[in-house]
C-alpha cells in the first residue's frame, strides 16, 4: 500500500507492507532511530512518538494507519538548535542513565506538558505509568519533567486530548 505521512514537518510517500508497524517505518524506511523498540508486548513505551498530537506505543500502530497523519518523533523536538525544555530538563536533572527508554519519556513528557502546563509529581507519574525505565527508578524523570515545567515559556494549555495506549 501506498503511504503518506508528515514526520516532523515533512512529507514522505513510500510502499509499504500492510503489516508493517509504525516504528519499523520510523527506524528503518525513515532512518530516524530515534524511537526505540524494546519489547513485542506494547509493554516499554520506547517507541511513544505524537500521531497528530496525541503519544502513542509506534508498535502498537501500523504503519497504514499513519497514512494521511502527522507523526512527531524526538527528533523533531528541537525548535532547530534550541533544546526542548524537556531535552533540556533531562540534561539538567540527569532524567536518563542508558538512555534507552528517554525518547519515549520525553516524548510523553512534552505531551503532558503541552496539556498540563504546571503537573504535579501525581500528574507526571500517572502520565509515564505506561512506560519502563529499567535504570534511574524514576525520581530523576519525575525530577526533570518537574524542570521542564519550570523552565518553560507560560503558554495556553493546549484542548484536552486522549492519551492512547501511553498509561494502558
Ligand atoms: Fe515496547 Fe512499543 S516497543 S511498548
Ligand atoms: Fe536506562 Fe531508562 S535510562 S532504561
Redesign the pocket.
Known sequence: MQITVKVNGQEYTHDVEPRLLLVHYLRDTLRLTGTHWGCDTSNCGVCVVHLDGVPVKSCTVLAVMADGHEVTTVEGLANGAELDPVQQGFAACHG???????PGMMMTARWLLDQRPDPSEEDIREAISGQL????GYENIVRSIRWAAEHSAPAEAAPVETQQEVTA
Open positions: 536518563l542513565q542508558c538512555g534507552f527508554c528517554t525505565c529499567r535504570c534511574t
